[in-house]
């Protein structure tokens, strides 16, 4: 690791400041970064945590009815309170080891977006809001590929705001090495149709399944995704499976999120 | 009544309190007042011509005490390698020039160019980062029969190929052999993959070099299963140290599993530098240099046949493996696919005749070496896939085939140079079949089936040789080192014991299983008994621990030197009861006159030792301190069957093993608490084996697996509830204690049982594909599946 300064604001507006020193680089639960500073992968010259900043803890319901969940706030503690969004919150408790989940934070991953991650999952599955210190961005429009997303340079996720759907599910295959998911699919049912979002698989990230998402929407099965496909082609290939797999295991974890939601 | 103490009770691992707690020595905790630390600047190409090495930069940044590089290191010794094979024409081995630090040339990813000393390790870092490499990339060789084509790239320019040898085993029988196989009933072909697998002991590899200047005393301190060894090869053949002013010791250490025992460059650099530097040098590998500087396990590819007749006996066996050193000869590694490879391949059967051939192939990798089993797993893995094979070919069942054609009349000599001295396959195979409920199977599958999910059973039988010996013989077959053991038995005045054994734990649980073995002997309570190992300046030169070994061959001279300490105390024990020496007997922890009741404690007899008032000084030395070094007469075989049980999804190919079954006969068993556990763990690694760990290696020789993120290494959540027995016990015929050896059993005869269990699970759902690959990811058995 290389040496550098650590700022450790208690509000969101102090981290902001912060953030607008040279090379400053925001940390919230640091369960990717950290590793990273060790690997000298990178080499910011201050490191503004976001941990001590109590307006980004926490989950609550807001007036429209959301699940409101702090930016610093731990995948644990979704695990335990976000008890109005089970799926969310079973999401949550599968993320990583203890170690991870008592670290990590939701606007850490979602800030990251690994091409891997659950979170990405549940926010787009879920069609949720991204809250930043100066906007909210619809999750559609904000995951933008393979560790990239709409946010701006010193703009930090300050909260994630999940509309809460009839009936959800997270199904996963885990990467037997990293435990990340090789893919995972989150199927969330609202009165207005059905979302089905899909992390681990695809070249450009997360991404939504609309073809799986019509037929849901009209016959909330498994049995609907029948025949339905999606093609290897732009999907990860390495050592624990190739791209058709991935496509493959998109369409068995899609019915058994299905299965499982119904 | 299971005993409470000693031999056959499960004392409790004293040791285990300290480790637990926090408590434990380990390499890394050991801090030299002013000691510099060492930053290794490895290659992160495969193989190259090293240009120059340009420091100039570096030499003068902050905290940089002195950089080293290849050419500091000309006058210094090759790193050498312990085992010379000869080949099928009588000629020895291609052996290469083995640098502490590479010259001329990289040869593969992690070989260390250049050694930053500073007064931070940060700092060390620093200054590497400075350091400007002028490398010519060359083509790299990854694939062994590629390696051995003509005109292939040579990892070697003074080497003629990159064959390192082309052994055949025994050559004389190839002939006879062959025309087995033309009259042969029914042949059954098998070719696979034995997977290359990174070690990850849970404590990486540390070494701290020190120097005395007053001295002229050297001390490394290094995660060593032998420190012994390691003082011989580096003292003697690196540094020219003589071994009198070369201390080495490995302290607590926290798993080896093969990979520590082999002398590696940075304990010879911490030690060279330190002199230089004059000043105590550490290196504390991270998690990701093990990854690329540790050596490798297995990495076999082999095409296997076995010959049958008409009534399904099996008339011979004939194989061809490749077998990968890596880019360098580590310190045993010519002698795995050799001498404990090809001397296994009769297994538990009779087959009259079997011949191997093993080419040993330099690549553009890792060095490869020992790993738990070493060489056996790999014949245990052939064999029994084929045999498991041929019975399916054959439409036998493959419990039956294997019980047709066991060995059942010991001793029993195998057309591979070996005899076995005992073992019971039949009372272990009968253990398995009442443990695995085969019976109850059929209901088990039909549940899996109710799920969506396959379920397969798999067996395999095992043997292994283990206490590698005797020392006469390995140095006709190549070994450059004996193979005996060493203990010292010092007796203090007031008949505490302090036992100075040659062999090291790092984990087996040696402090409290000899603590039992000597009690026992004497009469006296475990807690009497200190072990001591792992220091060359107060343990007599021993060879260490591996090959299942310690209690075998080093509990053997332990039992030997605690008998000339009770051969002795008896005599001091008769003159103080004045009787006649044949009449004195030693039985919980007193002397006794035959047929009296005169009697005398131990630790009145020892203290008479240190105060010789009451003496005979005209007869005997006082003190009570004895030496025995034992050099066994043949290897133990310790055997077994085990069963498994998975299921299979087969909408993503994920299989979980359900049950295991291991049925183990290790002879006599001193703790058995420690042997179900040494059995748990090597089940562990087999299954991770058999499923999960992958080391993989690019065309271009990069290592894709060199870190957790995609080296899969078997968790509890992977592993079943084992149910282990070790009831069935030949004892050995050839050690005092009658044991044979339990630590690698588990990593040698799990992969088959598992990967038979798979293949089952496969043929049940509609899929005979022959053989599949370890490991057998998810992703493998949907392809072979959907193939």
Not at chain 2, 729 to 739: E, Y
Request: glycine content about 10%.
């Amino acid at each position: 690791m290389y040496n550098f300064d650590v700022e450790m604001p208690t509000s969101i507006a102090d981290a902001v400041k912060a953030l607008g020193r040279e090379e400053a680089q925001p940390m919230s639960g640091g369960q990717t970064l950290i590793p990273t500073l060790k690997a000298r992968l990178a080499a910011p010259s201050v490191l503004v945590s976001l941990h001590s900043i109590p307006e980004m803890k926490g989950v609550c319901k807001n007036d429209a009815g959301d699940i409101c969940i702090g930016g610093a706030t731990t995948h644990a503690t979704v695990a335990a309170e976000a008890v109005d969004y089970p799926a969310l919150a079973s999401l949550a408790a599968r993320i990583g080891d203890p170690a991870v989940r008592n670290r990590g934070t939701i606007g850490g991953s979602v800030a990251n977006n690994d091409p891997s991650a659950c979170y990405p999952a549940g926010v787009l599955g879920s069609g949720a809001t991204i809250v930043t210190n100066n906007r909210e961005i619809a999750a559609d429009d904000y995951f933008l590929g393979m560790f990239e997303t709409a946010l701006e340079e010193g703009e930090i996720v300050t909260e994630v705001k999940f509309p809460i759907p009839e009936v959800a599910h997270y199904e996963k295959h885990l990467q037997p090495a990293s435990r990340f998911p090789l893919v995972a699919v989150f199927v969330a049912k609202f009165a207005d149709g059905v979302r089905v979002a899909i992390t681990g698989a695809s070249e450009n990230g997360v991404f939504r399944w609309t073809e799986a998402e019509n037929a849901l929407s009209g016959n909330f099965s498994a049995s609907a995704l029948d025949g339905l496909s999606l093609s290897g082609d732009k999907m990860i290939s390495d050592l624990h499976g190739s791209g058709k797999y991935r496509a493959h295991l998109c369409g068995v974890m899609a019915k058994r999120a299905v299965a499982a939601a119904s | 009544m299971p005993k409470d103490h000693g031999i056959g009770a499960s004392s409790k691992r004293r040791e285990d309190v300290r480790f637990l707690t926090g408590e434990g020595n380990y390499t890394d905790d050991i801090n030299v007042n002013g000691q510099a630390y060492v930053y290794f600047l490895r290659s992160d190409i495969a193989h190259g011509t090293l240009n120059s090495v340009d420091t100039s930069a570096a030499d003068g940044m902050e905290g940089v005490v002195k950089i080293f590089t290849g050419a500091d290191f000309e006058a210094v010794g090759s790193v050498p390698c312990g085992w010379q094979v000869t080949d099928k024409h009588g000629e020895v081995m291609q052996e290469p020039r083995h640098p502490v630090l590479a010259h001329g040339k990289v040869r593969h990813v992690g070989e260390p160019i250049a050694a930053v000393v500073a007064e931070t390790l940060e700092q060390a870092r620093d200054a590497a980062e400075a350091i400007v490499l002028d490398i010519t990339h060359l083509p790299a060789v990854v694939d062994m029969k590629e390696a051995v084509k003509e005109g292939a790239p040579k990892v070697h320019d003074d080497l003629t190929s990159n064959l390192c040898y082309d052994w055949g085993f025994v050559e004389e029988n190839k002939a006879a052999v062959d025309a087995a196989f033309e009259e042969a009933h029914h042949v059954t072909t098998l070719e696979l993959v034995n997977n290359r697998l990174v070690a990850n002991p849970m404590e990486p590899r540390v070494a701290v070099g020190d120097f005395a200047r007053g001295t002229g005393d050297h001390t490394l301190y290094t995660t060593s299963q032998n420190p012994h060894v390691i003082r011989l090869l580096m003292g003697a053949f690196v540094l020219g140290i003589p071994e009198h002013k070369l201390r080495v010791v490995a302290p607590d250490v926290g798993g080896g599993f093969g990979t520590k025992i082999f002398h590696y460059q940075e304990e010879a650099f911490v030690t060279y530098a330190a002199k230089v530097c004059n000043r105590a040098v550490k290196w504390t590998s991270s998690r990701s240099e093990a990854f690329m500087s540790d050596a490798h396990g297995r990495d076999h590819v082999t095409k296997i046949q076995l010959a049958l007749d008409k009534d399904n006996n099996f008339t011979a066996l004939r194989t061809d493996t490749y077998a990968n050193m890596g880019a360098y000869l580590s310190t045993f590694a010519p002698s795995v696919p050799t001498w404990l490879h090809g001397t296994l391949m009769a297994g538990n059967y009779k087959t009259p005749l079997i011949y191997v051939n093993v080419k040993a192939v330099f690549t553009n990798t890792v060095p490869v070496d020992a790993y738990r089993g070493a060489g056996r797993p790999e014949a245990t893995y052939q064999l029994e896939r084929l045999v498991d094979k041929a019975a399916h070919e054959l439409k036998v069942d493959p419990i039956k085939l294997r019980r047709q054609n066991f060995i059942m009349e010991f001793p029993y000599a195998t057309p591979v140079a070996v005899e076995y001295d005992t073992g019971d396959y039949v009372a272990t195979m009968d253990k398995l079949e009442e443990m695995a409920d085969i019976a109850g199977f059929k209901k088990r599958r039909e549940d899996s089936e109710a799920k969506g999910k396959l379920r397969g059973f798999g067996v395999n039988c095992y043997i292994e040789a283990c206490g590698i010996a005797p020392s006469n013989l390995v140095g006709q077959l190549g070994a450059r080192a004996g193979l005996f053991e060493s203990c010292t038995v010092r007796v203090n005045a007031t008949g505490g014991l302090v036992v100075m054994t040659g062999s090291h734990s790092h984990g087996q649980g040696h402090e409290t299983s000899f603590a039992q073995v000597v009690a026992d002997m004497i009469g006296i309570p475990e807690d009497m008994v200190e072990i001591v190992h792992g220091d060359t300046a107060n343990t007599p030169m021993g060879m260490g621990t591996y090959g299942s070994r310690s209690l075998a061959v080093g509990g053997s001279a332990m039992v030997k030197a605690t008998e000339k300490i009770i051969a002795k105390a008896t005599k001091i024990a008769s003159h103080l009861l004045e009787a006649s020496e044949g009449d004195v007997e030693l039985k919980d922890g007193a002397f006794t006159v035959a047929g009296t009741d005169k009697s005398v404690a131990w630790g009145d007899v020892t203290l008479a030792a240190y105060v010789p008032h009451n003496y005979p000084l005209e007869e005997i030395e006082p003190g009570l301190e004895e030496t025995a070094f034992y050099d066994p007469s043949n290897f133990t075989y310790p055997s077994g069957a085990y069963a498994c049980e998975v299921e299979l999804d087969p909408e993503t190919g994920q299989v979980t093993v359900e049950r295991f079954s291991a049925a183990d006969d290790f002879g006599n068993i001193v703790n058995p608490m420690i042997v179900t556990g040494q059995v748990h763990g090597g089940l562990a690694q087999g299954i991770g084996q058999a499923l999960l760990e992958n080391c993989a290696y690019d065309s271009d020789g990069q290592l894709l697996s060199a870190s957790y993120m995609d080296y899969a290494m078997p968790r509890a959540s992977d592993l079943p509830f084992y149910d282990v027995d070790h009831s069935c016990q030949t004892p050995c015929t050839h050690n005092p204690l009658g044991v044979k050896g339990c630590g690698e059993a588990g990593a040698i005869g799990s992969p088959p049982a598992v990967v038979n269990a798979v293949l089952d699970a496969m043929r049940s759902g509609g899929k005979d594909v022959g053989h599949i690959d370890m490991p057998v990811s998810p992703h493998r058995v949907w392809e072979a599946m959907n193939s």
